[in-house]
């Protein structure tokens, strides 16, 4: 079965310092992924997704960047993070198959940035 | 474009009780209509989803959704609530026909379910 998996699950970071969060999927091969944020616990924002490595697509310009180095890793950076950056960061995958098309969550990751 | 509405920030209802979390869809083209879980401070959980087919459609722990094409609604419902169906539940439509597969959320309705 498909995993996924997200570290860290908690970060403080400062104003200006450098961010990295990482996903993994296990499991399944040529993955789409994505990274959401959710701010106030409400509203999912989409930040980037892939369709495969090296190709990330950018859905709001801003301070962050991704990176997809390996099939099924795909890691988010920052490199000064902002107080507008903080909030529960989300990775997800889905199937490329025309058969599969919701999407999974990995257990995300709370960003508070001071 | 595509866009899904919800349009109750909250719902809340009796233990024991029929619940119903309200979903609007607008696309060009058949529908790919998803339903997902988030409980605090965890990941969305996958409950449901309608492609073509029967209408009802059943999922995880007891929910099911009710697609109709003429309202344009997936309201998803349970017979019986438990107070731990308590949670942030969202709607979402995928993106048009694209190999993204991305999907479009909606604003989340929070189900507040009493003892």
């Known amino acids: 079965s498909q995993t996924i998996h997200q570290w860290p699950a908690t970060l403080v970071q400062p104003v200006g310092s450098p961010l990295s969060l990482e996903c993994t999927v296990e499991?399944?091969?040529?993955?789409?992924l994505y990274w959401y944020r959710q701010a106030a616990g409400r509203g999912l924002q989409l930040l980037f997704y892939s369709v495969g490595i090296g190709q990330i697509s950018s859905e709001v310009p801003q301070n962050l960047s991704a990176s997809r180095p390996q099939d099924r890793q795909f890691i988010l950076s920052s490199k000064k993070l902002l107080l507008s950056d903080s909030g529960f960061y989300l990775c997800?995958?889905?199937?490329?198959?025309?058969?599969?098309?919701?999407?999974?969550f990995g257990p995300g990751t709370r960003l508070t940035v001071t | 474009a595509q866009s899904v509405a919800q349009p109750e920030d909250q719902v809340n209802v009796a233990e024991g009780n029929p619940l119903t979390v309200k979903c609007t869809y607008s696309v060009s083209g058949n529908p790919y209509l998803f339903w997902y879980v988030q409980y605090p401070n965890r990941g969305l959980q996958f409950l449901l989803k309608?492609?073509?087919?029967?209408?009802l459609v059943k999922g995880s722990y007891g929910f099911e959704a009710e697609f109709n094409k003429s309202q344009t609604s997936f309201h998803l419902k349970k017979p019986s609530a438990l107070v731990s169906d308590s949670a942030l539940y969202f709607c979402a439509v995928r993106e048009g026909w694209s190999a993204t597969n991305k999907l479009i959320f909606g604003t989340g309705t929070l189900l507040a379910v009493q003892p």
């Open positions: 997800a995958w889905s199937g490329d198959r025309e058969s599969s098309y919701e999407q999974y």
């Open positions: 499991g399944t091969s040529n993955p789409n």
């Open positions: 309608y492609i073509t087919g029967d209408n």
